[in-house]
């Protein structure tokens, strides 16, 4: 018999607040996270806005003279993993029962730009020693699984956007087969830096509507015209339902269901019919030993380019037929910006605390509908909802796929 695996935890950094309570609270009240980016000239970019965050100060997480070991996509990693693990109340473990897996879709690409140009300029005994420990992409795990004394599995993911979902993904299945009692999960990114922009902007993925930053991200809108840069991190404290019973844990929500698949068809474009979503869909609740009729709400990878919300809707549709009506789906993308990587974590925290309010959030900035896109897509304002069970859909450049479920704890 599978174990079972409910949150405990909750901790993030995100453009529209720091910790859950500051985040969920902008989230609520529909206020978006993007502006006119600040943090390097933009002059030559055709995209000039971001999600980027501004407010963070990793004193308040870190020790001084370990902050400067860190790439910011870490420092924001260990801040959300110190809230979450704060959040959860766990106090005594079996450090061998106690795992890491925090995904990246990128890593540490501002050390790696910002040791580059020493090299360039100043030569090769100027690089720090401390470029490799903070570029790789593991290294967020690795400093957390060290600041909490996790001797558990301990474990990165890299799969593009679909990192944060996959690292959950896996972090839950750790827990059921009984190799981990606690799992720290989710996802970190800090891509906001020149040639990151530089090579999304190349690629035409990005919204241009640099005029107005907050009306830029409008997944489902039929003037939508890509996405828009975020960063920041979200972790969750999960834990096999007798370990977290036997200290009086809050529950959040449980994690029943897991679907990862494949595209197998083209390296950034999503498959047209969104076949491999529609699967990773279906097997998430299959694996949760749910019915279709079950899912109240969807968490959409929604990401505000042509392409990606029209076949997520098509992938929908597929999966659900007359049910797909009837069901909440949003992108709260609309508020936070693509997060990339750690996409994923923040949206699992939002869907563990829609179940756990009853709240599903809005797709804001959604003012023109499109023909084609024709399910309910919680426009403009969210709304009061008992939340059976929700799915949150990840989808990555490589055609990587991950769909988790989630059901309110009884």
Known sequence: ?????????????????????????????????????????????????????????PEDFIEKREIKKMDRFTQYAVASAKMAFEDSGVDKFDPAKMGVIIGSGIGGIETLENQHSKLVEKGPKKVSPFLIPMMISNMAAGQVAIMLGAKGPNTCV????????????????????????????GGAEAPITPISMAGFCSMKALS?????????????????????????AGILVIEELDHALGRNANIYAE??????????????????????????????????????EDVDYINAHGTSTPYNDRFETR???????????????????????????????VEAIFCALAISE???????????????????????????????????????????NGTLAFKKYE
């Open 1 to 57: 018999m599978k174990k079972r695996v409910v949150i405990t935890g909750l901790g993030c950094v995100t453009p529209v607040g720091i910790g859950k309570d500051d985040t969920w609270a902008s989230i609520k009240a529909g206020r978006c996270g993007v502006k006119k980016l600040t943090r390097f000239d933009t002059t030559d970019l055709s995209s000039t806005i971001a999600a980027q965050i501004d407010d963070f100060n």
């Open 158 to 185: 890299v799969t593009a956007c679909a990192s944060g979902t996959h690292a959950i993904g896996d972090a839950f299945k750790a827990i059921q087969r009984g190799d981990a009692d606690i799992m720290v999960c």
């Open 208 to 232: 241009t509507r640099n005029d107005e930053p907050e009306k830029a991200s409008r997944p489902f809108d039929s003037q939508r015209d890509g996405f828009v840069m975020g960063e920041g």
């Open 255 to 292: 994690i029943v269901g897991y679907g990862a698949t494949s595209d197998a068809y083209h390296i950034t474009a999503p498959a047209e019919s969104g076949e491999g979503a529609a699967r990773a869909m279906k097997m998430a609740i299959e694996d949760a030993g749910m019915h279709l």
């Open 315 to 345: 992938a929908i549709k597929s999966v659900f037929g007359e049910h797909a009506h009837s069901l909440a789906v949003s992108s709260t993308k609309s508020m936070t910006g693509h997060l990339l990587g750690a996409a994923g974590g």
């Open 358 to 400: 009853g709240y599903i959030p809005a797709t804001i900035n959604l003012e023109t509908p499109d023909e084609e896109l024709d399910l309910d897509y919680v426009a403009n304002a969210g709304r009061n909802a008992d939340i059976k069970l929700a799915l949150s859909n990840s989808l990555g450049f490589g055609g990587h």
